[in-house]
């Protein structure tokens, strides 16, 4: 672990696995006190014990992102319990891939209540926090590729990540006056499971030569958390390995 660098103050929100739980071992590892943010209780015990055996600081927090008392509870304990916030990563994000036939309203407004509401009031919380106490904050959104290009019955995820990459360059513009600089990555195809299951296809159809790791996301966020890279806000960055840049056509 470096220890020599500045240690921030760094919550990700979908930390109990997948992505979110290689950002959370990510900046760890670059000495950040991190703060774990997820529904599951279980999953945030599987990420803690991970980061306590690479001798890190990281604090679980049950949390519903649907739920706008829990996004406030959480920032009041983090601030009373470790101090102001200097980075937000909104990660969490539910996908019920579902015929729209089938979809139910309920279902709809609760991934986008979760996934860009959510990620909205996080925000919000977190910014006003960094205003008050003068900290040039950075906020990471989590978006996909999914924005861009889909496939079928993936209709609220889709306008859930879309939401995404606007509210992105909104509160860009919104937060800059205050030194709190917003940017997304959207991630492609991402392997956070066994990828010794992944075929030679599966990684030979993208143009990288291989399919996606969490760890390619965490370097795409240490760009944009990056304090020295403060002329960069309002951007998305696609970490694919090409795959929206293929042209495809039937054989």
């Not at 390619?216 to 960069?232: E, L, M, P, W």
């Amino acid at each position: 672990m470096d220890t020599a660098a500045s240690k921030e103050i760094v919550v990700i929100t979908g930390a109990g696995s997948g992505i979110g739980r290689g950002l959370a071992l990510a900046y760890v590892g670059k000495g950040d006190k991190v703060i774990l943010a997820d529904v599951s209780i279980e999953g945030l015990a599987q990420t803690l014990e991970l980061i306590r055996k690479a001798g890190g600081e990281a604090y679980p927090y049950e949390i519903d992102l649907s739920r706008p008392e829990d996004i406030q509870e959480l920032f009041k304990r983090v601030r009373e319990e470790h101090g102001e916030a200097s980075v937000l990563i909104n990660n969490a994000g539910i996908s019920p891939f579902k015929s729209l036939w089938e979809l139910k309203v309920e279902e709809w407004d609760q991934v986008l209540n979760t996934n860009l509401r959510g990620a909205f009031l996080c925000s919000r919380e977190a910014a006003t926090g960094m205003k008050e106490r003068g900290i040039r904050g950075r906020i990471v959104n989590i978006a996909s590729t999914r924005a861009f290009m889909s496939e079928p019955n993936s209709e609220a995820y889709a306008a859930s990540k879309g939401g995404m990459i606007a509210l992105t360059h909104a509160m860009a513009m919104s937060f800059a006056p205050y030194g709190i600089r917003v940017n997304s990555v959207s991630p492609g195809w991402i392997a956070t499971g066994d990828t010794a299951a992944l075929s030679q296809e599966d990684h030979e159809q993208h143009p990288a030569g291989r399919v996606g790791k969490p760890d390619d996301i965490s370097r795409a966020c240490f760009y944009f958390t990056d304090a020295a890279n403060d002329f960069v806000t309002g951007q998305n960055i696609t970490v694919d390995g090409g795959m929206t840049r293929k042209m495809i056509y039937a054989e």
